[in-house]
């Protein structure tokens, strides 16, 4: 049985809910479909915000073949079937590859990707849910637009619901809406569970339908960021077997593991800091381990990585300190910086006492015999260890 949220997907841009900031009236993408520019792009953002729909609206636009394949599952293989077929057979329509879940493709299937995207073989359309910054290599990003999508209002969700034409009453809206979050496909799913099951929607029936119809560890949902807040807070703690549960309830449950290693790398300069400064080697050399090694062999090394950043020391002093900063640049804006710390590259500005009198080390490593900091903020102490 086709599900509802295929059946009611849109198919042009007059039906599309959503991402105006993109679509709407002179807005780049919807110029850019209307007008038939064929250029690969990436559509970064939530889950269950249009990336699909506007990757099928684009492809026919275009008069493209569309294939549309999982980062998840396909491979070098798929691609090279798509490359292989013969364009007679398309009646010389361009390619267009939608490639789900991009980030999770590693450097070397998007290295193998490159070429066919660089000569115009493929147009490309990557979706995904993490930064492509992080996640796409430069030379493939480099020749892709990127446009972001945002979660939906919910005066989108609730004009989505209702064209599903299954009569609910207000209070089940308003909760529907609420539980999906910004994500249409969740609001859909659940309004078609809750019709299959019991016949008729109401906030009860729907709450019995989701508890039933959906595995508790839902990566888009409230269930991520719960486990993802736990896991953190166990290695904060110190609680390193708590910390191994979540982590294998996370990789258990489907977790991008690239997404709990970036993690690990930013507490161990958050948490740990300057009480063991090896935790943000340990925790790069995991997040390179996941990268090169990949699953199902990297949830070793999240394990050791994991363990490790538990039981290590904590100091968040440079963490603490740097905010503090931040919050007085924010509050006092370009302070005039000292003559004796500022660059002197000319006669001119040695002679006006750029640079005079600075002395490049203290006697005593760590004291601060003199402050170089603007004359309004002089005596300031951000860094306060053993806090």
Known sequence: MEPLANKIRPQTLKDFVGQEHL?????????????KHLFSFVLWGP????????????AKAVNARIYELSAVSAGKD??????????????????VLFLDEIHRFNKAQQDYLLPFVESGKLTLIGATTENPSFEVISPLLSRCRVFVLESLTEKDLKKIILRTKIKLPKDALEWLVALANGDARIAITALENTKRFYGTVSTATLKNAFEHAFIRFDKKGDEHYDTISAYIKSMRAGDADAALYYLARMIEGGED??????????????????AQPTALVVANA?????????????????????AYLALAAKDRSAYDAYFEALDDVKKTRNLPIPMKVRNAPTKLMKE?????????YQKKPGSVEESFLPEKLKGKRYLRRGK
């Open 23 to 35: 679509v709407g009236l002179g807005k780049a993408l919807r110029k850019a479909i209307e007008e």
């Open 47 to 58: 889950p269950g915000t249009g990336k699909t729909t506007i990757a099928r609206i684009y």
């Open 78 to 95: 798929d691609i090279r079937k798509i490359i292989d077929e013969p364009d007679t057979l398309l009646e010389n329509r361009p390619k």
């Open 257 to 274: 593991p690239k997404f709990i290693a970036r993690r690990m790398v930013v507490f161990a300069s958050e948490d740990i800091g300057l």
């Open 286 to 306: 995991v997040f390179a381990a996941v990268d090169v090694i990949g699953m199902p062999e990297a949830q070793i090394n999240l394990a050791h990585g994991t």
């Open 352 to 360: 006006l006492g750029y640079h005079k009198g600075y002395q490049m």
